[in-house]
């Protein structure tokens, strides 16, 4: 395997497969399913959910900042919840951890003991972003990566890799097979928030963008197959 321990940054949206809202939980099966495939070839794996499924919070204006974001952390504790069911459920050992204090339903999450269990072969998901409002889930999951000394953080998206424009609206877009942190930055390229773009360059951290609805996609990336897009240091 090319990446042992790697960060797996998953969308709300990812959760609710055909559904605008909620979560269908066949889709959540056949996610875990591709994600305890590589849990036996001894690859060690975080994983960081969103919650837009349930709550799109900065469209909100209404709203004060703190609390909207608040509510996004319920939201992705919700599906944090549901992935570490079907884990069980698919017979991987798997413990939930939140970014805020939540006893009865979670762990809180403890760098020392998140590190623990995945060295004892545990798949753990990180729920509530980074604990903290104004920061996204995209900025946890770059977080998380540095904190576990992830090799990689793959980014599961609906879209195949990045293009250097919506390929959905214009057909000419081309597909970017490799690219630099700068260059993204620079391009304002729609990959990660900058926060999050900037804290995997300043710990040399490659993202990985692939789609996740292809089946094995997840294992060829594992395996250091070129799927995607990956996002580096080119210029080391």
């Given at each position: 395997m090319k990446y042992k321990r790697i960060l797996l940054k998953l969308s709300g949206e990812s959760l609710a497969g055909s559904k605008e809202f909620g979560i269908d939980f066949t889709k959540v099966l056949d996610i875990c399913h591709e994600i305890k495939e590589i849990t036996t070839l001894g690859v060690e794996v975080g994983i960081v959910v969103g919650g837009g499924n349930f709550w799109r919070g900065r469209s909100n204006e209404q709203m004060d900042r703190c609390t909207s974001d608040y509510i996004g952390m319920l939201g992705t504790t919700m599906n944090a919840l549901a992935l570490g069911d079907a884990f069980k459920q698919l017979d991987v050992e798997v413990r939930v951890q939140t970014g805020v204090e939540?006893?009865?339903?979670?762990?809180?999450y403890i760098k020392d003991r998140a590190l623990k269990h995945l060295s004892?072969?545990?798949?753990?998901?990180?729920?509530?972003?980074?604990?903290?409002?104004?920061?996204?889930?995209?900025?946890?999951?770059?977080?998380?990566?540095a904190e576990i000394n992830a090799d990689a953080l793959l980014k599961a998206t609906n879209v195949d890799a990045i293009y250097d424009k919506d390929p959905k609206k214009y057909k000419d877009a081309k597909k970017i097979e490799e690219i630099s942190y700068l260059e993204v930055l620079n391009q304002k390229l729609n990959?990660?928030?900058?926060?999050?773009?900037?804290?995997?360059?300043?710990?040399?951290?490659?993202?990985?963008?692939f789609d996740i609805n292809e089946k094995g996609n997840l294992k060829k990336v594992?395996?250091?197959?070129?799927?995607?897009t990956i996002v580096s240091n080119k210029e080391k």
């Open positions: 939540m006893r009865q339903i979670a762990e809180y004892n072969n545990r798949v753990v998901v990180f729920g509530c972003g980074t604990g903290s409002p104004f920061f996204s889930t995209d900025t946890a999951a770059a977080l998380r990566a990959v990660m928030d900058t926060t999050a773009t900037s804290l995997c360059m300043d710990n040399d951290i490659p993202i990985i963008v594992i395996k250091g197959n070129k799927i995607g």
